[in-house]
């Protein structure tokens, strides 16, 4: 049965860090990899940061000044995520590192012939089909209510990727109280500044740069 993802390509880099550290970690791996760790999470937060901020703000058209809060939101993010990151990488054990691995193996899946990979978290089909029915009505040319509903949707996106980028691991790999509050510090930093661009740029774009953004977030959208 398939089901839609909000997904993005992983870079070559991303899929090769992650594919070894995978097959490692099932072929009886002896020792935790936390410099590996620590370098595909980095990768992979600048590339999501990339695939739902910095490249949609170009692909709409944005001027100087929205640009620079959708940066200011990035900046703010990664370097929450860093902290986390940087944190939590060196304490995992082996059996967390495995966890981790089986974890990163849930969250990817092949595009067409294996000729690259997507990382991506699942959605209803009722928020699926939001996303689907803005793009296709400022297509239209219906903008009337369009910019308060992108709002929406791309914060009911946002606690989806939260739910399963960050909430998710934190759970499995049974984190400690200490590193549980930083990565509850990371996850409210990271909503607080996405809700916030998000309601700072999106009510001010223009017909076309609503239509631009619709239709990139639309993409996003992959069945699998």
């Known amino acids: ?45 600048d590339e999501a940061l990339d695939a739902f901020f910095l490249t949609p703000a170009s692909y709409s058209g944005l001027g100087t000044t929205q640009r620079r809060l959708v940066r200011l939101a990035s900046d703010t993010i990664s370097k929450a995520s860093g902290v986390v990151i940087g944190r939590s990488a060196r304490k995992m054990d082996l059996k967390q590192n495995q966890a981790a691995a089986e974890y990163m193996d849930e969250i990817r899946f092949p595009g067409p012939q294996h000729a690259w990979w997507y990382v991506g978290f699942p959605i209803d ?18 903008f009337q209510g369009a910019r308060e509903d992108l709002v929406h949707y791309l914060r009911a996106v946002t606690d989806r990727a939260l739910e399963w980028y960050f909430n998710k691991p934190i759970e499995l790999l049974r984190f400690g109280p200490i ?5 509850a ?8 500044a996405s809700y916030g661009v998000i309601g700072k740029v999106i009510p001010n774009l223009d017909d076309e740069q609503l ?9 996003m959208q992959v069945r699998h």
Do not use: N
């Not at 009722?126 to 219906?142: F, K, M, P, S, V």
């Not at 510090?185 to 607080?192: A, Y």
């Open 185 to 192: 510090v990371g996850v409210d930093t990271t909503r607080k």
């Open 211 to 219: 239509l631009q953004s619709a239709l990139y977030y639309r993409d």
């Open 1 to 45: 049965m398939t089901q839609t993802y909000v997904a993005f390509r992983a870079s070559d880099r991303l899929h090769r860090l992650t594919d070894g550290f995978i097959h490692r970690m099932r072929d009886g791996a002896r020792e935790p990899e936390p410099r590996v760790v620590e370098q595909i999470m980095t990768t992979f937060i």
């Open 125 to 142: 089909a009722a928020l699926a089909a939001r996303g689907r029915g803005l793009a296709e009505r400022c297509q239209e040319g219906h």
């Open 179 to 183: 590193l549980r509050k930083v990565a």
